[in-house]
């Protein structure tokens, strides 16, 4: 299978995107949902950002506080030579009460007339200001139903990481819809047709006790109440997909059924793009399935980085036999690849 890498890899890198606040660096901008809107491809993309700390001893924690029941940006100061708190992860601080994270993600167009070249906007587009959004939004899928364009996104709190919903007509004014799937839920979708009358959605429910990180449909009559579950893929032990495994871009329709791309990483972390082929009438049905991965971490921006092996897909554009991968790449910056639809359906095993 032919994987094309764009040759301006990565597309979109932490140094294109304006910080928030003054005082402030852009860490990463990675892990986009990518839709056709009017001329233009948009990549709504995860901006992870933190304030700059003046002394080296001192590390600073972004957060949204709701004390007073409105959202307030709130910057935590920690000493690092405080034996309490654990510093060994860049991206958390370790506290008695619980995990911090050590910059703030919020969600960000970038726009593209030929979906090589983008220009990211000045401004965040979706902010955290509700409580389940308080230690940020990541990780946003988008899909066009109707004149509606939906966006599920991860919400991190203290409390719970949990699946959101919002919308837009124009990307430009935004609703949000609350909380979809509740904690611990990431890797969620909406595909962009019904499917028997129902609206369709995957998700990822984080086990604690019994069973792993796995990949779940559900069906929904109104896009906030969702039933129906059932398990769709499992991790394989052992296998590039023995850690955890989840939806990636959203779903689309090909002559032998919908076509799901899903990531998947070892259990050292590893993360690959696999595909998987489901049901056109019964998605829950899955008919095949990616031996091997599709695209994997081997280029520099993929297997060095913020966090080194990752590619990550929330998006992808397709057009004829092109399907084209959006993904982040090491959990920092935006990179792409054009596949063929056909060749991806070729290699798939039945299951």
């Not at 972004?62 to 920690?78: G, M, T, V």
């Not at 991190?156 to 007509?169: D, E, G, H, M, R």
Request: aromatic share 10%; with cysteine.
């Amino acid at each position: 299978m032919k994987v094309r890498r764009f040759p301006q890899n990565p597309i979109v890198t932490q140094h294109d995107v304006p910080p928030t606040f003054e005082g402030w660096e852009v860490m990463s901008a990675f892990n986009a949902g990518v839709i056709e809107h009017q001329d233009e491809i948009l990549m709504l993309m995860r901006v992870a950002e933190r304030p700059i700390s003046t002394d080296p001893e001192v590390a600073l924690v972004p957060i949204i506080d709701f004390a007073d029941n409105r959202p307030a940006l709130k910057i935590i100061e920690f000493n690092k030579g405080d034996s309490r708190y654990d510093f060994s992860d860049p991206r958390v601080i370790g506290t008695p009460d619980g995990m911090l994270l050590t910059s703030i993600s919020h969600l960000r167009l970038a726009r593209s007339k030929d979906g090589h070249n983008f220009t990211v906007e000045e401004k965040p587009s979706l902010w955290p200001d509700q409580p389940y959004e308080a230690y940020g939004l990541e990780d946003p899928r988008i899909t066009k139903l109707d004149d509606t364009y939906w966006i599920v996104y991860k919400g991190v709190a203290p409390f719970a990481i949990t699946q959101c919903l919002a919308s837009t007509k124009d990307f430009v004014n935004w609703t949000k819809h609350g909380i979809i799937f509740p904690p611990e839920n990431m890797d969620a979708m909406i595909f962009p047709e019904k499917v028997r009358g129902k609206y369709v959605a995957l998700h990822r429910p984080q086990p604690k006790m019994m069973g792993a990180p796995n990949m779940w449909i559900a069906y929904s009559e109104d896009l906030i109440h969702w039933g129906e579950h059932a398990l769709l893929l499992g991790c394989t032990a052992g296998t590039w997909e023995g850690g955890r495994l989840g939806g990636g871009a959203v779903p689309f329709m090909t002559d032998r059924g919908w076509l799901e791309i899903y990531h998947a990483a070892t259990t050292d972390d590893r993360y690959c793009l696999g595909a998987a082929l489901l049901d056109a009438e019964y998605p829950e049905k899955v008919i095949a399935k990616s031996p091997y991965p599709i695209l994997e971490p081997e280029m520099d921006y993929e297997t060095s980085g913020f966090k080194a092996n990752v590619v990550f897909s929330c998006g992808a554009i397709v057009r004829g036999d092109t399907v084209t991968i959006y993904y982040g790449a090491s959990d920092e910056v935006m990179a792409a690849a054009d596949l063929s639809v056909t060749e991806i359906l070729d290699s798939l095993k039945p299951v």
